[in-house]
């Protein structure tokens, strides 16, 4: 069982390039999210997704954009990176958005340069 | 503003004691809060959830408290051991939003 796969799980990116974090689950969960965590700001809410083909703005959503065509995969991308969006970026899903615990991946390390 | 706070960083503890990690928030009216425990390079794993109209939570060592006057939760490890040391975080929802999280708390259980 698998649970919550992320892909690249570290990655070193110039400036003003796009890149996109996969996240895939295997638990056919409707809601998924993106956090990302930095020293001293703990885990954000960038954008979530109650079910496939919806999705929402959390705390921190600039500069960033998702999908969400099948209940699988959800993934994250940042149209033209900057450094202040160096950080670990956490996928995560629940099978109820207003219930249950949340499921997380191992998590991406982007640095951008 | 709303704010959820653990308001140690850092704890530092002896094998065998009770550990004891506070959450409290503001201008929340969570239905639940959650904790969770950090390993360095890893994902968060879920620990425990408690309602608000549950006081107490226990999962074999671990011991949750829900104060929903205080607005605060307590997270406590009974008899602590070196594996327990990582970092907690507790993370509460209101309807029909997704999990807010504090910063965490990074626990140090010495032998």
């Known amino acids: 069982i698998a649970g919550i796969t992320q892909a690249p799980t570290s990655q070193i990116l110039a400036a003003g390039r796009r890149m996109t974090l996969r996240c895939t689950q295997d638990m056919r969960h409707n809601a998924m999210y993106w956090y990302r965590q930095d020293l001293g700001l703990g885990l954000r809410l960038i954008h979530y997704?109650?079910?496939?083909?919806?999705?929402g703005k959390g705390e921190v959503p600039d500069g960033y954009s998702v999908s969400r065509a099948n209940t699988d995969d959800f993934p994250l991308t940042l149209a033209s990176a900057v450094p202040s969006q160096t950080s670990v970026y956490f996928c995560?899903?629940?099978?109820?958005?207003?219930?249950?615990?949340?499921?997380f991946g191992e998590g991406s390390r982007l640095t951008v340069l | 503003s709303q704010k959820i706070e653990q308001n140690s960083e850092a704890l530092n503890i002896q094998e065998g004691k009770t550990a004891t990690l506070t959450c409290n928030y503001t201008n929340y009216s969570p239905a639940y809060l959650q904790w969770y425990r950090q390993d360095p390079g890893r994902g968060p794993v879920f620990l425990l959830l408690i309602r608000e109209n549950e006081k107490e939570k226990r999962k074999e060592r671990l011991k949750v408290t829900f104060d929903t006057t205080l607005k605060q939760s307590l997270f406590h490890i009974t008899a602590s051991q070196p594996a327990d040391s990582a970092t907690y975080l507790c993370a509460l929802n209101q309807a029909g939003t997704a999990l807010i999280f504090g910063k965490g708390t990074t626990l140090s259980v010495s032998s």
């Open positions: 995560a899903s629940s099978g109820d958005l207003n219930t249950g615990e949340l499921f």
């Open positions: 997704s109650n079910t496939a083909g919806t999705t």
